[in-house]
Each structure stands twice: as C-alpha cells, then as structure tokens.
C-alpha cells in the first residue's frame, strides 16, 4: 500500500509539473514580453508577472556589459552636444495618455486598454539598498504665480510650499535610512547641478532658504536635465542583475509651469533607459486646466518620461493636503514600491479581523 500510495503520488507531482510547463510554455508563445524563470521547489517554470506592465512604454534596455556601460558614461561626460549613445533605437507610442483629461489630470497611461507592454530587465527587488536622489527643483516665475490657501486663510506660493514639503522628505527619508543621499538641480530653460551629494538634512534646509530668486523661463530642455545629472552621477553597473545593486539613482523631477512645455528629444529615451537603476518621478504642481494654459499637454509630456513603466507620477491644483500627501507617497524605495497603478495608500478605519 506505502509503495504504491508513494507511486501514485510521484505520478500526480510528474503530471503536475508537466502541466505547468505547458502552460507556461503557451504564456510564452501568446505573450512573447513575458520571460519563462526558474524558480526552486516543485513547481519550477513560472511565468513572471513583473516581466509584463500594460502601458504604452517601450522595451527596456538592461546594460549587461560593464565596457559598453561605462563606454556610453564616459561619452556623458564629454561636453558635447552632438554626441549619440550606443543604446538600441527604441520607439515610444504616440499615443502615451488619453486625449480627453478629467479636471485633475489623473493618469491614464495604464488602462487595460492599452496594447503594449514594457519588459522589465531582471533585477534584484525587494532590497532597501541606499538611494542616490537627485531633487530637481523649477524656479520658473510661474512657481510665485499660483497661490495655495490654507485653511486659516493665509496665502502660500508654489515654491513656498514645496521648499517645505522638500524639507520634509529630506527629514523623513533620512530618519528611514541614514544612507540615502540627497543633491540639487535647478531647473531654468536648462538644468544646473546646484548642490552635490550630502545625507546632511541641515545642508538641504539651508540649501532651501537660499533658493527665493525666480526667472522668467521659456520651454524646459528635458535633455540638459538629464545629461547634468549623469554627468555628476555615476549609475551602478552590475555583471549580476540578480545581486542588490549598491545605490539606485532616483530623480525627482518637481514642476511648476502650466503656461511653457518641456522640450523632449529622441535622445531623452535613450539616457532613461542607460541602466535599469535609474528612476526618475514627477511632482507637478499647476493651476486649474483651462485654455489659457497648456496643463493637460504638459502633463502628457511629462507621462511620456515614463518609459519603463516604474516611474510615480503625481499631480496638483491649489489642493493643500493633496500635494503633502502626494510627496509623502514618493519616501517609498523605487525597488520596494507597487507599481502606481497598483498602489494604495487609504486607511480603512474598520478593517475585518482574520
């Protein structure tokens, strides 16, 4: 009886796994974005479900060579504004966000609806290594244009406001992890590397209190961002992407205009897809949509940033609470965080017990 219950059981745990690889195999054959991984235990073929993110992004690059990596670094760093990057061509759909904008510009770059798919490289997540985060900060007029009222009725600007959410991330970011490292950019019509890496919050506070002078500014040039950025910033390279890295590189893009658009070239996508440690959110902070202003195209453009389908998106309207709550959702670890989409962050007040 033992032997043959033993028999019966190791022909039900054969089938099993013959039938799992089948369907995986047929996952693979519909869904050719998706990558067949191996996993330990009885079970091994798997399809993996961070491999597949709907949204209209493009496929992203992972640099498994360390010599064609620091080859595309080291063309980042020489001054010239011609240079081209080594990275496979990649094409973003046209059509990243709806045409029709609800009033407060929510997110539609993930509706089931959409048809592609973003491969995500394989790389280690779930780890708490420290970031490298890169605050970009606009200092357009229009950030002293639009006023936030409180609810004791005093009047704030947009960059009065922000400077002190910006404080309060730094704080909250370092009492999580004493490791996380914080530098400057100042955004005009290009970008400038303000302030180098510090984990001091006391540097940042003061760094704050010094940025009050605001300019006129057309268009921003996206491109300079990024290239000011990796050229004072080395991203981590890893001959296995299975191994924590030893910093990611998180930028935080905070943008206040809703009259000037962003200047985004086809070299933009290349330099957002260098490594797969690089992150980049947006913080957009604009007044109401209306057709005086270009809110809605510049919140398009800012979505099309998002070309690895991992970037945290958010926006603000003259809402108080919304934009502090909004930043405190950007404290989470880029390699421990949901997507957004699939994020949440209400607090039932009764919650079933069980």
């Known amino acids: 009886m033992d032997s043959s219950e033993d028999h019966d059981m190791k022909n039900s745990e054969r089938n099993e796994q013959n039938e799992m690889k089948l369907q995986a195999q047929l996952v693979a054959s519909v869904l050719p974005e998706?990558?067949?991984?191996?996993?330990?235990?009885?079970?091994?073929?798997?399809?993996?479900?961070?491999s597949a993110m709907s949204g209209s992004c493009t496929s992203a690059t992972s640099l498994n060579s360390s010599s064609s990596a620091s080859s595309l670094i080291a063309n980042l760093?020489?001054?010239?504004?011609?240079?081209?990057?080594?990275?496979r061509p990649t094409s973003v759909a046209n059509n990243l966000m709806s045409t029709n904008f609800p009033a407060d510009l929510r997110r539609t770059q993930y509706d089931q609806s959409d048809s592609e798919h973003v491969a995500i490289p394989k790389i280690c997540v779930g780890v708490n290594c420290p970031e490298k985060l890169v605050l970009c900060l606009d200092l357009s007029s229009e950030m002293e244009r639009m006023k936030f009222l409180s609810r004791a009725g005093d009047r704030f600007s947009t960059l009065q406001l922000v400077k002190r959410t910006i404080g309060l991330f730094v704080q909250s970011k370092h009492r999580l992890d004493n490791h996380h490292r914080f530098a400057f950019?100042?955004?005009?019509?290009?970008?400038?590397?303000?302030?180098?890496?510090?984990?001091?919050?006391?540097?940042?506070?003061n760094l704050l209190e010094n940025l009050d002078e605001t300019y006129k500014c057309s268009n921003l040039d996206v491109g300079s961002?990024?290239?000011?950025?990796?050229?004072?910033?080395?991203?981590?390279?890893?001959?296995?992407?299975?191994?924590?890295?030893?910093?990611i590189v998180r930028i935080i893009l905070i943008f206040g205009r809703s009259q000037s658009k962003l200047d985004i070239c086809e070299e933009v996508q290349k330099l957002l897809l260098l490594s797969p440690y690089l992150f980049v959110d947006v913080f957009y902070v604009h007044e109401p949509p209306s057709e005086d202003n270009c809110c809605e195209q510049i919140f398009d453009q800012l979505c099309s940033l998002d070309v690895?389908?991992?970037?945290?998106?958010?926006?603000?309207?003259?809402?108080?609470?919304?934009?502090?709550d909004s930043m405190a959702?950007?404290?989470?670890?880029?390699?421990?965080?949901?997507?957004q989409r699939d994020s949440s962050h209400r607090i039932r007040a009764n919650m079933e017990e069980g």
């Not at 959702?329 to 997507?339: D, E, G, N, Y």
């Open 77 to 87: 760093r020489e001054v010239d504004t011609s240079m081209k990057l080594g990275c």
């Open 185 to 205: 950019v100042t955004l005009h019509d290009t970008a400038t590397w303000y302030h180098s890496f510090t984990n001091d919050p006391r540097e940042i506070s």
């Open 308 to 324: 690895k389908g991992q970037s945290y998106i958010f926006e603000v309207s003259k809402n108080l609470t919304k934009l502090y």
């Open 34 to 50: 998706y990558d067949i991984i191996e996993l330990p235990g009885p079970s091994t073929t798997v399809s993996s479900p961070s």
């Open 225 to 247: 961002v990024l290239k000011t950025i990796l050229r004072n910033c080395e991203l981590p390279i890893m001959e296995d992407p299975t191994l924590p890295p030893p910093y």
């Open 329 to 339: 959702q950007l404290l989470a670890h880029p390699l421990q965080r949901p997507l």
